[in-house]
Protein backbone atom coordinates (compact mmCIF):
# COMPACT_ATOMS: atom_id res chain seq x y z
CA UNK A 1 0.00 0.00 0.00
CA UNK A 2 1.13 3.85 -0.75
CA UNK A 3 1.86 5.85 1.54
CA UNK A 4 -0.43 9.15 2.25
CA UNK A 5 0.52 12.15 -0.13
CA UNK A 6 2.80 14.47 1.65
CA UNK A 7 0.55 17.51 1.03
CA UNK A 8 3.08 20.75 1.98
CA UNK A 9 5.97 18.67 -0.70
CA UNK A 10 3.23 19.12 -3.30
CA UNK A 11 2.69 22.70 -2.76
CA UNK A 12 6.16 23.39 -2.05
CA UNK A 13 6.94 21.36 -5.60
CA UNK A 14 4.52 23.79 -7.14
CA UNK A 15 6.05 26.55 -5.65
CA UNK A 16 9.57 25.66 -7.11
CA UNK A 17 8.23 24.69 -10.49
CA UNK A 18 6.70 28.40 -10.79
CA UNK A 19 10.26 29.75 -10.24
CA UNK A 20 11.55 27.67 -13.00
CA UNK A 21 13.73 24.81 -10.65
CA UNK A 22 13.83 21.25 -12.80
CA UNK A 23 12.06 18.20 -11.02
CA UNK A 24 16.03 17.41 -10.40
CA UNK A 25 16.02 20.14 -7.90
CA UNK A 26 12.92 19.84 -6.75
CA UNK A 27 13.43 16.39 -5.95
CA UNK A 28 16.55 17.70 -3.70
CA UNK A 29 14.62 20.55 -2.13
CA UNK A 30 11.54 18.17 -0.83
CA UNK A 31 13.39 15.11 -0.72
CA UNK A 32 11.54 13.35 -3.34
CA UNK A 33 12.83 11.16 -6.30
CA UNK A 34 12.71 13.15 -9.89
CA UNK A 35 9.75 10.77 -10.50
CA UNK A 36 7.49 11.41 -7.56
CA UNK A 37 8.25 15.32 -8.64
CA UNK A 38 6.75 14.30 -11.58
CA UNK A 39 3.79 12.79 -10.12
CA UNK A 40 3.03 15.86 -7.68
CA UNK A 41 3.18 18.33 -11.03
CA UNK A 42 0.90 16.62 -12.54
CA UNK A 43 -2.69 18.09 -12.35
CA UNK A 44 -4.39 14.19 -13.39
CA UNK A 45 -2.75 12.33 -10.95
CA UNK A 46 -3.27 14.73 -8.32
CA UNK A 47 -7.11 15.05 -9.35
CA UNK A 48 -7.51 11.13 -8.93
CA UNK A 49 -6.60 11.73 -5.80
CA UNK A 50 -8.65 14.87 -5.18
CA UNK A 51 -5.83 17.26 -4.30
CA UNK A 52 -5.87 19.21 -7.90
CA UNK A 53 -6.14 22.47 -5.41
CA UNK A 54 -2.80 21.84 -4.20
CA UNK A 55 -1.16 23.22 -7.06
CA UNK A 56 -3.31 26.51 -6.69
CA UNK A 57 -1.03 29.51 -5.96
CA UNK A 58 -1.95 31.04 -2.40
CA UNK A 59 -2.69 34.20 -4.94
CA UNK A 60 -4.90 32.19 -7.28
CA UNK A 61 -6.57 31.00 -4.54
CA UNK A 62 -7.32 34.52 -2.99
CA UNK A 63 -8.84 35.62 -6.24
CA UNK A 64 -10.70 32.39 -6.29
CA UNK A 65 -12.46 33.42 -2.81
CA UNK A 66 -12.83 36.92 -3.59
CA UNK A 67 -14.33 36.55 -6.38
CA UNK A 68 -17.41 33.77 -5.19
CA UNK A 69 -18.14 36.01 -2.22
CA UNK A 70 -18.19 38.92 -4.68
CA UNK A 71 -20.76 36.48 -6.54
CA UNK A 72 -22.76 35.72 -3.45
CA UNK A 73 -23.05 39.35 -2.34
CA UNK A 74 -24.89 39.60 -5.81
CA UNK A 75 -27.03 36.54 -5.31
CA UNK A 76 -25.12 34.90 -7.37
CA UNK A 77 -24.00 31.34 -6.06
CA UNK A 78 -23.42 29.63 -9.86
CA UNK A 79 -19.53 29.23 -8.86
CA UNK A 80 -21.31 26.62 -6.67
CA UNK A 81 -21.53 24.06 -10.23
CA UNK A 82 -17.57 24.67 -10.45
CA UNK A 83 -15.43 22.27 -8.84
CA UNK A 84 -12.64 24.60 -8.35
CA UNK A 85 -14.15 26.38 -5.55
CA UNK A 86 -14.74 23.47 -3.37
CA UNK A 87 -13.58 24.00 0.11
CA UNK A 88 -12.66 27.67 -0.64
CA UNK A 89 -16.29 28.80 -1.11
CA UNK A 90 -18.36 26.13 -0.76
CA UNK A 91 -18.51 22.21 1.39
CA UNK A 92 -20.40 19.91 0.18
CA UNK A 93 -22.37 17.11 2.54
CA UNK A 94 -24.61 14.09 2.00
CA UNK A 95 -28.03 14.33 3.98
CA UNK A 96 -29.91 10.13 4.44
CA UNK A 97 -33.53 10.40 5.04
CA UNK A 98 -36.00 7.49 5.21
CA UNK A 99 -39.68 7.91 4.56
CA UNK A 100 -41.71 5.26 4.92
CA UNK A 101 -40.03 2.32 2.62
CA UNK A 102 -38.11 4.80 0.28
CA UNK A 103 -34.54 5.88 1.27
CA UNK A 104 -33.40 9.27 -0.27
CA UNK A 105 -29.73 10.57 -0.11
CA UNK A 106 -29.20 13.59 -1.26
CA UNK A 107 -25.85 15.89 -1.90
CA UNK A 108 -25.87 19.23 -0.22
CA UNK A 109 -23.96 22.18 -1.44
CA UNK A 110 -23.52 25.33 1.21
CA UNK A 111 -21.67 28.59 0.68
CA UNK A 112 -19.47 29.77 2.83
CA UNK A 113 -20.19 32.97 2.64
CA UNK A 114 -23.86 32.77 3.61
CA UNK A 115 -26.43 30.34 4.56
CA UNK A 116 -27.63 29.56 0.62
CA UNK A 117 -27.72 25.95 0.33
CA UNK A 118 -28.22 24.09 -2.92
CA UNK A 119 -29.66 20.79 -3.06
CA UNK A 120 -29.63 17.71 -5.63
CA UNK A 121 -30.98 14.90 -5.55
CA UNK A 122 -29.00 11.97 -5.68
CA UNK A 123 -30.22 8.46 -5.40
CA UNK A 124 -33.67 6.56 -4.07
CA UNK A 125 -33.07 2.85 -3.07
CA UNK A 126 -36.01 0.76 -1.33
CA UNK A 127 -35.53 -0.91 1.90
CA UNK A 128 -37.42 -3.90 2.08
Not at 69 to 84: A, T
Request: hydrophobic content about 30%.
Amino acid sequence: MSRPVNQQAVRRAWELQREGKTHEEIGEEIGRQPRQVGNYLDLQWLRDRNLEHLSYSRTAIFNMEREAKSRCERQDHSFMEDNRFEWHAYTTRTDRTAIGTRRITLEVKVCLFCPHEKVGRRSFASVS
